[in-house]
């Protein structure tokens, strides 16, 4: 043909077309939204990325980085309160610093989400001080949002089923309400224990433990080591 590859400007859509192999592969519409892999401006969840990939039996993004250093690929995620480009208007707490949703067509549209993994700041932020937390979300059967499931707040803390405070344990489990209970599952030949450490090596790895033998079925209290 005239052309394997090409840059062409629709005036009719105020779009800019790039192709290869006398195909379109990209585009740039009139609202800045840079489209791959089609050429109809669409939405996910009601948002309107700047960047949209979408087509038929791919759905990738790769990043990969080549050095001889520690140093990875990066994905990274920022927010501010400007209000202009390049501003640093310093956040608040509980503001979202990002966000990664996963969503699925229920039929109708892809506008319910099946899980979330947010970041949100967890305190007053200053100057090189940043505290966040991270937050895991999943979607109940039957619900079109997604709930919150885990969180691992500034101070390190996992919590389980609730986002309450005052607590000084790293591990906090439960709802606060109804039953709620954590589960150890070993083999039917096997130990399900926890452990007291003070130190990392030896027997310091378990000063005290509770440990159920499922081959005999019997519970072990023990202290010092004993």
Same mark, same amino acid.
């Given at each position: 043909?005239?052309?394997? +590859?090409?840059?062409? /400007?629709?005036?009719?859509?105020?779009?800019?077309?790039?192709?290869?192999?006398?195909?379109?592969?990209? !585009?740039?519409?009139?609202?800045?939204?840079?489209?791959?892999?089609?050429?109809?401006?669409?939405?996910?969840?009601?948002?309107?990325?700047?960047?949209?990939?979408?087509?038929?039996?791919?759905?990738?993004?790769?990043?990969? !980085?080549?050095?001889?250093?520690?140093?990875?690929?990066?994905?990274?995620?920022?927010?501010?309160?400007?209000?202009?480009?390049?501003?640093?208007?310093?956040?608040?707490?509980?503001?979202?610093?990002?966000?990664?949703?996963?969503?699925?067509?229920?039929?109708?549209?892809?506008?319910?989400?099946?899980?979330?993994? !947010?970041?949100?700041?967890?305190?007053? #932020? +200053?100057?090189?001080?940043? #505290?966040? !937390?991270?937050?895991?979300?999943?979607?109940?059967? +039957?619900?079109?949002?997604?709930?919150?499931?885990?969180?691992?707040?500034?101070?390190?803390?996992?919590?389980?089923?609730?986002?309450?405070?005052?607590?000084?344990?790293?591990?906090?489990?439960?709802?606060?309400?109804?039953?709620?209970?954590?589960?150890?599952?070993?083999?039917?030949?096997?130990?399900?224990?926890?452990?007291?450490?003070?130190?990392?090596?030896?027997?310091?790895?378990?000063?005290?433990?509770?440990? /159920?033998?499922?081959?005999?079925?019997?519970?072990?209290?023990?202290?010092?080591?004993?």
């Amino acid at each position: 043909g005239e052309y394997a +590859g090409y840059v062409q /400007y629709e005036h009719a859509n105020d779009a800019l077309k790039f192709g290869t192999a006398a195909n379109e592969r990209m !585009r740039l519409d009139n609202t800045g939204q840079l489209l791959i892999g089609h050429s109809g401006s669409s939405q996910l969840a009601g948002i309107l990325a700047q960047v949209n990939i979408e087509s038929v039996n791919s759905g990738n993004l790769t990043v990969k !980085r080549n050095s001889a250093n520690e140093f990875d690929a990066t994905i990274s995620l920022g927010k501010t309160r400007a209000t202009s480009i390049g501003g640093a208007t310093i956040v608040q707490e509980n503001d979202r610093v990002g966000t990664i949703g996963f969503f699925a067509s229920d039929g109708n549209d892809t506008g319910c989400s099946a899980a979330i993994i !947010r970041a949100e700041v967890d305190g007053t #932020p +200053g100057s090189d001080d940043m #505290p966040g !937390r991270l937050l895991l979300m999943t979607t109940a059967d +039957g619900a079109n949002g997604a709930s919150e499931r885990l969180r691992i707040n500034s101070s390190g803390q996992v919590q389980i089923g609730n986002s309450a405070s005052g607590f000084t344990t790293k591990l906090i489990a439960g709802t606060g309400s109804g039953d709620n209970g954590i589960t150890i599952y070993s083999g039917t030949s096997n130990n399900a224990f926890l452990h007291f450490a003070d130190g990392t090596s030896g027997a310091d790895r378990y000063r005290g433990y509770i440990n /159920y033998n499922h081959t005999s079925n019997f519970l072990q209290l023990a202290t010092n080591d004993n």
